[in-house]
């Protein structure tokens, strides 16, 4: 499960919202580097038979995306980054919202 978190960045006080972690039919991909998101589907669907459900319990994807700003490997699990400083000193202020 996934959460949209607000935070606050300890560096220059910038209070934003963030994506936290995928939820049960996708992954949350990050940029270690600008933090802009890229959220991928899990498994594969078939018009006639639903989704595969044997593909959602794995690993990211062999190939994971690069980001269109940075050109560099985006990653899974990793925290936000502030918007404005692109800090990564942040303080959880309150969770807004869970999605799954």
């Not at 963030?18 to 949350?28: I, P, S, W």
């Not at 593909?55 to 502030?82: S, Y």
């Amino acid at each position: 499960m996934g959460t949209v978190e607000e935070f606050a960045c300890k560096d220059c006080g910038q209070v934003f919202e963030a994506e936290v972690g995928g939820g049960f039919l996708f992954f949350l991909f990050r940029c270690p580097s600008c933090g802009a998101t890229h959220v991928m589907r899990k498994g594969r669907t078939d018009a006639e038979k639903g989704i595969d459900f044997k593909a959602l319990i794995c690993d990211p994807v062999e190939d994971p995306p690069l980001c269109p700003q940075c050109n560099i490997e985006m990653k899974t699990g990793i925290p936000p980054l502030c918007p404005q400083c692109r800090s990564g000193s942040l303080r959880y202020q309150k969770t807004v919202l869970s999605y799954d």
